[in-house]
């Protein structure tokens, strides 16, 4: 069984468009994050869900909006689409000790 | 704010050089975690180290953390083509739920 999983692995779309990514763990987890990975592989952490509830915002545009409808999901929702948004987004989720990384979403903007 | 940097950024190596990167924080760490991501692939947890002073091995790896808890490094003796990657040091500072403060990664490339 996985224990984090992403949804959809790749995700090819033109700019402008809006674009959700999902996000399921299976851990019991309370916390769940989400990170974005560029180019150069720096993990950039964006939000952070613990019980629904967010704990973590960093300076990420308000395109990126984030939900959480239980404590085992953790979606992504971006607006308005831009070049720069490409990269590699991970959804994580943690004990408070190890983080479970999911396998991550691969997103390309044209 | 909390910071975590490590170098090098990048190593290349030939097979059966030894490989080691370093991490150092701006404040005292309650532990510090390794990852590491193979290419195409996502972070995996390999080691946390929580004492001062803390070494641990697994197998041709050696992870230490400082004895102020600062910094830590892994080193990996006699590299293999297996050890490609990136390995990413990250610092639990000690609140705000479970958040790591990850460094940059250090992509290593091992030459057969």
């Known amino acids: 069984d996985t224990a984090v999983s992403q949804t959809p692995k790749y995700l090819v779309t033109q700019m402008g468009n809006d674009k959700s990514i999902k996000c399921e763990q299976n851990l019991g987890h309370d916390t769940m994050y989400w990170y974005k990975q560029d180019s150069k592989k720096f993990l950039k952490i964006m939000f952070s869900y613990n019980n629904k509830e967010l704990i973590i915002n960093e300076t990420v545009p308000n395109r990126f909006s984030p939900k959480s409808p239980d404590k085992a999901h953790l979606n992504l929702h971006i607006n308005s689409l831009e070049l720069g948004d490409s990269a590699v987004y991970f959804c994580a989720s943690t004990s408070l000790e190890t983080q479970y990384f999911g396998p991550g979403t691969r997103l390309l903007v044209l | 704010g909390q910071q975590v940097m490590q170098i090098p950024q990048y190593q290349h190596v030939q097979e059966g050089e030894d490989f080691t990167t370093y991490c150092n924080s701006s404040t005292t760490l309650s532990n510090i975690q390794w990852y590491k991501q193979r290419p195409g692939g996502h972070p995996v947890f390999l080691i946390q180290l929580v004492k001062s002073g803390e070494v641990k091995k697994q197998k041709r790896l050696t992870f230490q953390f400082g004895e102020a808890k600062k910094n830590s490094s892994l080193h990996i003796t006699a590299t293999q083509t297996t050890d490609v990657g990136t390995y990413f040091c990250?610092?639990?500072?000690?609140?705000?739920?479970?958040?790591?403060?990850f460094g940059r990664g250090t992509q290593l490339t091992v030459w057969p």
């Open positions: 990250a610092g639990h500072g000690g609140s705000t739920l479970g958040r790591l403060y």
